[in-house]
């Protein structure tokens, strides 16, 4: 009996058909004589070609500590506990932190534990940039290995890589392996090779896009168009400009807030005279106050500038046209059209008819687009002012004041109001958060606590403090990792709850700060650090 014949037999199963033999027992027996006959009859396959050596990774090797302390980062899985976190550290939430500050020493990954870290990469996208500057060369080259780690290839790599990004960066001179990669390669291939060569070379990128810009899909052309906000300037224009006139509707938003990022465009000049001559100063009141006579049509000019005519649902047309003209306008137009007034006077001044909520959007939009520090710090106002008067996102004009200033609002900000509308204002301070921040964080958390409040409403904040704390207040919070009393109209067991929360906060900076002092080669010495023993370079700003 053929092999066949014997796995139908048993797939169908002997109460449907009488299997060979007559019995089952005789046809496993049967199954085992067949198999045994077909591995001995079959032929070896022809040798594959050998693989390419691994590159050679010059960088220095991880100390051992830091290498093992890394496979403990690698072994843990999020959520693996389930329920309650208790008071121990989660390792997977300090991975990030902990490659970050690797590679600021320029350490490569151990051999042995680049399959681990290129699988949490794959899990996990925010590990992907510095899992692939880790592992570096030899982690693209294994990931050419394994269909699962495709995504290693669409990263960043360095020369000597194979990698797209390595022709970006000057392996052909003649530029042949450019153009071919780009006319021939995937998707993926090419958008990692425009990203290199725009930050290599911003004119030549552009080219290269424009010279098979017609044949491309939208939603290509969507995604090599954003690759332009790195590096834009006004020589992106002109191609700009051609793209206002593509046949995507997306495309066409995208090129428009690109164009509108440069306040000397012309798109950036039409839209203001456009948002000119919907806002102006009211001759009539003596006080001062702005005026709005916002578009009573999209009219084809409009249109071609990307100015949607279709608003959203609930909102208005004349509404929504006017905040997407007034976004797109230079803010440096205003003081000059408004009689010589500051940014912070222009956005004192009362409107009429109701038109602020509209106005500030609009102005806190462009602020955003064109990162106008100017405008984003009037229009975030006092940080002791009502939460709600900040217009738009204030996380977003937030990110866009340097660091520090960034931190003293955040800080003045949670000393007013607390922590219940400050969780998107921490994401965009700086790590490790400077003292005057983390003090206000620490002191509004144990208010919280002493007021006998829910602490699973402060969870997020908390997993952020455990981040981004310097791991330097380790010592100085301990003391409020005791159980509290409870008052007497607080929620049960909080307490408990609180004590335990706080007691992974302290076990997690104090495992930061020794994540940091097994990074350092020279943590006895403390010759890297100035003589300063490991315990005192563990207190000094790092990624972690």
């Not at 999020?78 to 121990?88: D, S």
């Not at 997690?508 to 006895?524: C, W």
Request: aromatic share 6%; charged share 25%; proline share 9%.
């Amino acid at each position: 009996m053929n092999w066949g014949d014997l796995v139908g037999a048993a797939l169908l199963g002997a109460e449907r058909r009488t299997p060979p033999g007559g019995s089952v027992a005789a046809l496993l027996d049967a199954a085992a004589v067949e198999t045994v006959r077909r591995r001995a009859g079959l032929r070896p396959a022809a040798a594959a070609p050998r693989p390419e050596p691994a590159p050679e990774d010059p960088r220095p090797p991880l100390p051992a500590a830091a290498a093992r302390r890394l496979a403990l980062l690698l072994a843990d899985r999020p959520g693996a506990g389930g329920g309650r976190r208790g008071t121990a550290p989660d390792l997977a939430e300090l991975l990030p932190q902990w490659l970050a500050a690797a590679n600021a020493r320029g350490y490569r990954a151990p051999a042995e534990q680049l399959p681990a870290l290129l699988d949490a990469a794959r899990a996990r996208t925010d590990l992907r940039a510095g899992v692939l500057a880790l592992g570096g060369p030899r982690a693209l080259w294994l990931a050419r290995l394994n269909p699962d780690w495709r995504f290693a290839l669409r990263g960043r790599s360095g020369p000597g890589s194979g990698a797209p990004a390595d022709v970006a960066a000057g392996a052909s001179p003649d530029g042949a392996a450019v153009r071919r990669l780009w006319e021939e390669g995937l998707f993926a291939e090419r958008s990692a090779l425009l990203v290199s060569l725009r930050r290599r070379d911003p004119a030549a990128a552009r080219e290269l896009l424009a010279s098979t810009w017609r044949t491309e899909r939208a939603e290509d052309r969507l995604m090599f168009l954003d690759s332009l906000r790195e590096g834009l300037s006004p020589d992106d224009e002109a191609f700009l400009e051609q793209a206002l006139t593509d046949r995507s509707r997306t495309v066409r938003a995208t090129a428009a807030e690109l164009l509108s990022a440069l306040p000397g465009s012309a798109l950036a000049a039409r839209m203001a005279v456009r948002a000119r001559a919907c806002v102006a100063l009211d001759r009539t009141s003596r006080s001062g106050r702005l005026v709005v006579e916002a578009p009573y049509e999209c009219d084809a000019g409009m249109q071609r500038d990307a100015v949607a005519p279709k608003p959203p649902s609930g909102r208005g047309e004349r509404s929504w046209w006017l905040t997407q003209v007034v976004e797109a306008a230079p803010l440096d137009g205003w003081p000059g059209h408004l009689g010589g007034r500051t940014p912070e006077q222009i956005v004192a001044l009362p409107v009429a008819d109701d038109w602020r909520p509209d106005l500030h959007a609009a102005w806190a939009q462009a602020a955003v687009r064109q990162r106008n520090a100017v405008w984003a710090r009037a229009l975030l106002g006092k940080p002791s002012a009502s939460v709600t008067a900040a217009p738009g996102d204030p996380a977003k004009l937030l990110a866009v004041l340097p660091p520090e200033e960034r931190a003293g609002w955040a800080a003045e900000f949670i000393a007013a109001h607390g922590l219940s509308e400050a969780f998107r204002v921490l994401g965009v301070c700086t790590v490790p958060w400077p003292e005057p921040l983390g003090r206000a964080v620490v002191d509004a958390l144990e208010i919280a606590r002493d007021a006998g409040s829910y602490p699973w409403s402060f969870s997020g904040v908390m997993g952020l403090a455990e981040r981004c704390l310097d791991p330097a207040q380790a010592d100085r919070l301990a003391p409020l990792a005791a159980v509290p009393d409870e008052p007497e109209d607080g929620s049960p067991g909080a307490g408990g709850y609180w004590a335990e929360a706080f007691q992974r906060l302290v076990a997690t900076l104090r495992l930061r700060a020794a994540m940091l002092a097994e990074l350092d080669p020279e943590r006895d010495g403390g010759a890297r650090n100035g003589g300063a023993p490991a315990s005192q370079a563990a207190t000094e700003p790092e990624p972690m």
